[in-house]
């Protein structure tokens, strides 16, 4: 006689207090797949925990090679506080940020950067360069990484599978 397998418990926000913005970001990477671009989703959260603003990639959509997730969620959420300085906010994003946005990410002053995939070959905050925790700069904001980073992965290779 088969044993029944109890069901996974529930996510604990405590242990994982990311997850729920990381499924908002994996949301918003979506919005992305239309005009052909990667996707990659990002929320920046205010110091409270409230969402601020939402990105995703637009590139193709613009012509624009700065228009990056996180760089338009960055300047969304300084336009919704009508602050460059965005002092203990969170930036979640589905995909490692690159060198761009790993500077963007400093020169706004965010708190935190919270993604989920690696990037490999180019990823800025860990993987291939660290630029974020450079001691040489005068901010370094906390990384926390792999936040639903299967289900981030899978997105992205499930885009390119298809391309």
Not at 8 to 13: A, F, G, R, V
Not at 126 to 133: E, F, I, P, T
């Amino acid at each position: 006689m088969a044993r029944a397998v109890p069901a996974p418990p529930p996510p604990d926000p405590v242990r994982d207090p990311w997850r729920d913005a990381m499924l908002l970001a994996l949301a918003e990477a979506e919005a992305a797949v239309p005009a052909g671009d990667v996707p990659v989703g990002a929320v920046v959260l205010g110091p409270d925990g409230s969402v601020l603003a939402r990105g995703h990639n637009e590139r193709e959509a613009t012509g624009d090679p700065t228009a990056h997730a996180e760089v338009l969620a960055l300047r969304r959420a300084a336009a919704a506080t009508g602050e460059w300085r965005l002092t203990g906010c969170t930036l979640v994003v589905t995909l490692e940020p690159c060198v761009m946005c790993a500077g963007a990410l400093v020169q706004s002053r965010v708190e935190r950067v919270v993604f989920g995939a690696p990037d490999e070959k180019a990823g800025a905050t860990g993987s291939l360069w660290d630029l974020v925790r450079d001691r040489r700069l005068n901010h370094r904001p906390e990384v926390v990484q792999g936040v639903l980073g299967e289900e981030c992965a899978a997105r992205l290779t499930a885009f390119f599978r298809a391309r």
